[in-house]
C-alpha cells in the first residue's frame, strides 16, 4: 500500500468531463493588448521600454538601488528595548503610493542572482510562482542579524537578546502594515502558507468543525488548500465541497451560491492559482461566505507579491502566505487571523515561548500571537521577511501590478500566437502565470529547451493536480513572472518555444 492516503467523503470533481479550454479570445486580447499598451505595432515591434508599457507619469526617474549600506551596530545598552525597532532595522516601508517611476533595470542591479549566467546565457527567472529571488537587501539583513543581533528572543535581561526581539517583532509590525492587519497581535509567523493553513485546520478546525458540516474550497486550489482541509473531514465526518471553475479558469460565483448553505463552516480560497494565474474575487467570495455564517480563509501566497492585500478591505477571517514567494528567505510566513477567531483557538502546538505558567498539573498559555509560536521561531528570517516587504514598499506594489500586468498581456498574446501553444488559463483577470501545453512534447522537454537557453520554468502539476485534471491535463509548461522580469526575458522564451513548434511541423 502506497503511504497512508486520506479518504474523506467528498463531492466528485465538478464537470469532470470539461470541455478543453477555449482558444484565448482574440477580443479580450485585443482589448488587453489595447489598454496596456495602446495599439501594437505589427511583430517585430521596436526596443522595449518598459515606461511605454507602463504610462508612466510626466517626469520619469530612475528608481535607486536599493542597496542600504551595512548599518553600525546600535549602541550597547544595559537595557533591552523590546519590542521598539532599533537602528538595526531597515526604517518602515513608504505606503503612502508616492513612488518614483519604475526601472526595470535598475532594479534588477538589486538581485545578485539575476546577476548569474547559465549554460552560457544570463538567467531569465520566470519561476517565481515556485520561489523568489532576494534582493540585496534582504540578504544583507540576514547577515546584519546574525553579525550584530543573534540570540533568543523574549526572555532574557541582556542587550543581545533585547536587539533579536526588536528585530522579530519588529518584523511582525511590518507585516501588520504591509497587508494592513488592525492588530499586531493578529500576526502568527508560521514557517509558510501550508504551516499556516495546517495550524487553521488543526486548530480552528478541530474546534469547530463536526460530522456532516461542509467546508468549501475551489477547484483551483494549491494541494496545500486541500489536503489539510480533507484530513479534517476524515476526522470529524465533515465533508469537501469544491467551487467549479469555467473554462477560463474562473471561478463560477452561481456555483458557489448554490454549494453555501447553513452546514458550510469555512471556505477556503486562494487569490490568486498557482497554475492558471486566476486572480478569484475573494472579497466578494468572502461576503457570501459570511452571509451564509462561514469563515473564510485566503491563501494569499500568490498574490501578496503581485497586488495589494489589504485584510480589512477582503475581510476574511484567515490570510495565509508564505516569505519565500515575496522576496523574503525560506522558512518563515504568515498566519493572519482576525482577533476575536484566534483567540478562540486553542493551541497546536506545546512548548517553550507559547506558555505563562507549568506546573506538572496545570499549564496556562500566553496570549495570542505567542500561543500560536511554540518553541524557538524563525527569528532571523522573519527579519530578513521585513526587509523584503519594506524593498516592496519602496517599489510600490501598484508600480509592481502594472510592470508585471503589462508583461503578462504581452507573453500571453505572443505564446498564444504560437501555432500549437495550448494557453491553460485565460480568465480575464490574472496575474504572473502564463500556463501553456506544446502539442508534440512533453513539458518536461520545453522546460529542458528552455533551460539550455538559461530560461527557468517550472513543468509538471504543481501541487494543483485537481485543475490540471479539469483541463484534461497532467502537466502544463509554467512560465511565472515577478516585477524583475523583461520583455526581452519573455522574447527569449517565445523564441524557444516557437523554434520548438517549428521543429516539429516540420519533423
Ligand atoms: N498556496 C499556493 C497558492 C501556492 O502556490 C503555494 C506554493 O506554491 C502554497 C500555498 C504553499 O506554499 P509553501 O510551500 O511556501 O508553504
Known amino acids: 500500500m502506497r503511504g497512508d492516503p486520506v479518504s474523506a467523503p467528498s463531492f466528485p470533481d465538478p464537470q469532470p468531463t470539461a470541455p478543453p479550454v477555449s482558444p484565448l479570445d482574440p477580443a479580450w486580447l485585443a482589448q488587453m493588448a489595447n489598454a496596456m499598451f495602446g495599439a501594437l505595432p505589427a511583430a517585430p515591434g521596436p526596443a522595449y521600454d518598459p515606461r511605454d508599457a507602463l504610462a508612466a507619469p510626466a517626469v520619469a526617474v530612475t528608481y535607486p538601488t536599493v542597496r542600504p549600506a551595512m548599518p553600525e551596530p546600535p549602541a550597547a545598552s544595559s537595557t533591552p528595548q523590546f519590542y521598539f525597532v532599533d537602528a538595526a532595522v531597515p526604517p518602515p516601508g513608504d505606503r ?23 549554460n552560457g546565457h544570463p538567467v531569465a527567472w520566470l ?27 523574549h526572555r532574557a535581561a541582556h542587550a543581545l537578546a533585547g536587539r533579536a526581539t526588536d528585530a522579530y517583532e519588529g518584523a511582525r509590525e511590518t507585516v501588520r502594515r504591509f497587508i494592513n492587519a ?15 493553513i495546517n495550524l487553521v485546520a488543526k486548530s480552528w478546525g478541530v474546534r469547530h468543525v463536526g ?10 486550489e494549491h494541494h496545500a488548500n486541500i489536503v489539510p482541509w480533507q484530513q479534517l473531514a476524515a476526522a470529524t465526518g465533515a465533508r469537501l465541497r469544491v467551487i467549479p471553475v469555467d473554462d477560463s479558469g474562473q471561478l463560477r460565483l452561481d456555483e458557489f451560491a448554490r454549494l453555501l448553505n447553513r452546514r458550510t463552516k469555512l471556505v477556503a480560497v486562494t487569490q490568486v492559482s498557482n497554475a492558471l494565474g486566476t486572480v478569484a474575487p475573494v472579497a466578494q467570495i468572502a461576503a457570501m461566505a459570511r452571509r451564509a455564517g462561514a469563515r473564510v480563509l485566503v491563501d494569499a501566497a500568490q498574490s501578496v507579491s503581485h497586488m495589494r492585500v489589504d485584510v480589512q478591505a477582503l475581510d476574511a477571517d484567515f ?4 516569505g519565500h514567494k515575496v522576496f523574503a528567505p525560506t522558512g518563515i510566513g504568515v498566519l493572519w487571523g482576525k482577533r476575536e477567531v484566534l483567540e478562540d483557538m486553542p493551541p497546536w502546538q506545546g512548548g517553550g515561548n507559547m506558555i505563562a505558567d507549568v506546573t506538572f498539573e496545570h499549564t496556562e498559555f500566553q496570549g495570542i500571537p505567542n500561543r500560536f509560536e511554540a518553541g524557538t521561531g524563525n527569528i532571523a528570517d522573519a527579519a530578513g521577511l521585513g526587509a523584503a516587504l519594506d524593498y516592496v514598499n519602496r517599489i510600490g506594489i501598484e508600480n509592481i501590478a502594472l510592470h508585471e500586468h503589462a508583461l503578462l498581456d504581452y507573453g500571453m498574446r505572443e505564446l498564444g500566437a504560437i501555432r500549437g501553444v495550448r494557453l491553460i488559463g485565460t480568465a480575464q483577470d490574472k496575474a504572473s502565470v502564463m500556463s501553456f501545453v506544446l502539442a508534440g512534447y512533453e513539458t518536461f522537454e520545453v522546460g ?24 484534461g491535463l497532467e502537466a502544463t509548461v509554467r512560465p511565472s513572472l515577478a516585477f ?9 522564451l517565445v523564441r524557444v518555444v516557437r523554434d520548438l513548434a517549428a521543429r516539429r511541423r516540420s519533423a
Open 96 to 118: 503612502t503610493g508616492a513612488h518614483p517611476a519604475f526601472d526595470v533595470h535598475a532594479v534588477r542591479r538589486d538581485f545578485p542572482t539575476l546577476q548569474e549566467r547559465i
Open 127 to 153: 519561476d517565481n510562482a515556485a520561489t523568489t529571488h532576494k534582493p540585496q537587501a534582504v540578504i544583507d539583513r540576514l547577515a546584519q542579524f546574525y553579525a550584530h543581533e543573534n540570540s533568543n528572543i
Open 182 to 196: 488592525p492588530a499586531v497581535e493578529e500576526v502568527v509567523f508560521v514557517r509558510g502558507a501550508t504551516e499556516a
Open 211 to 220: 460530522k456532516d458540516d461542509e467546508i468549501v474550497v475551489s477547484h483551483l
Open 319 to 322: 490570510l495565509v502566505f508564505s
Open 448 to 471: 529542458a529547451a528552455l533551460d539550455r537557453q538559461g530560461i527557468a520554468v517550472r513543468t509538471g502539476h504543481h501541487c494543483a493536480q485537481p485543475i490540471l485534471h479539469r483541463f
Open 484 to 492: 524583475y522580469n523583461t520583455r526581452d526575458e519573455i522574447d527569449r
